[in-house]
């Protein structure tokens, strides 16, 4: 079945620090979302990229969707605490069914 | 506007037992979708509903089952729970495709 691979699985950086997760796909992904769970919440909406190059940004965070549409990343500039968390990518499969990355956990050492 | 609410929150049950978990969808949402999480194998789809009908199924057995409501609200089921049942069941409301917004989740221990 269709499978989103997502790296890193874990990043520690220092406080002021930029990251970046990057998701992967074998195949063409009509669209791909973003989330983030905080250390014992639940996934939160962040964004959703569709068209091929696309680039949103949000205050310190910036996505990108490939021009092939089958791998996307996100960027933090200047990491702070608030950022930790556990970032997933998702895509929604030919069925409709969504996709979730296996997520990259970030720690930000203050 | 109310977020997704999911009770109960914790559950402990043993082997063997059933479970029935609720979801209230945010007001407007039509479709509900139920997800696991656990360390091991992330977040994984179990099912999605849309105007009380299946629309969507994941790759669980059928000891895991749903529904819903004429008001959107959403029951999962699982049966003869196995000890890997053990796992934060997340229920997700959407109005957009795909848009999803998840609930506190019911952390579910199974000894």
């Known amino acids: 079945g269709q499978q989103v691979m997502q790296i890193p699985q874990y990043q520690h950086v220092q406080e002021g620090e930029d990251f970046t997760t990057y998701c992967n796909s074998s195949?063409?992904?009509?669209?791909i979302q973003w989330y983030k769970q905080r250390p014992g919440g639940h996934p939160v909406f962040l964004i959703q990229l569709v068209k091929s190059g696309e680039v949103k940004k949000q205050k310190r965070l910036t996505f990108q969707f490939g021009e092939a549409k089958k791998n996307s990343s996100l960027h933090i500039t200047a990491t702070q605490t608030t950022d930790v968390g556990t970032y997933f990518c998702?895509?929604?499969?030919?069925?409709?069914?969504?996709?979730f990355g296996q997520g990259t956990t970030l720690q930000v050492k203050p | 506007k109310a977020g997704v609410t999911q009770t109960p929150r914790y559950l402990i049950k043993t082997r063997g037992q059933q479970v029935t978990l609720s979801c209230s969808p945010i007001?407007?949402?039509?479709?509900v979708s139920w997800y696991q999480q656990t360390p091991g194998q992330g977040l994984q789809f179990l099912f999605e509903?849309?105007?009380?009908?299946?629309?969507n199924k994941g790759n669980f057995p059928g000891r895991f089952s749903g529904r819903q409501f004429s008001n959107s609200r959403s029951e999962m089921n699982v049966s003869t729970l196995e000890l890997g049942d053990s796992a934060l069941y997340l229920c997700?409301?959407?109005?957009?495709?795909?848009?999803?917004?998840f609930g506190p989740g019911t952390r579910l221990t199974v000894t």
């Open positions: 007001s407007g949402h039509r479709s």
């Open positions: 509903y849309f105007s009380e009908t299946q629309r």
């Open positions: 998702a895509a929604s499969s030919n069925t409709g069914k969504l996709i």
């Open positions: 997700a409301s959407s109005l957009r495709p795909y848009e999803q917004y």
């Open positions: 195949t063409t992904l009509s669209n």
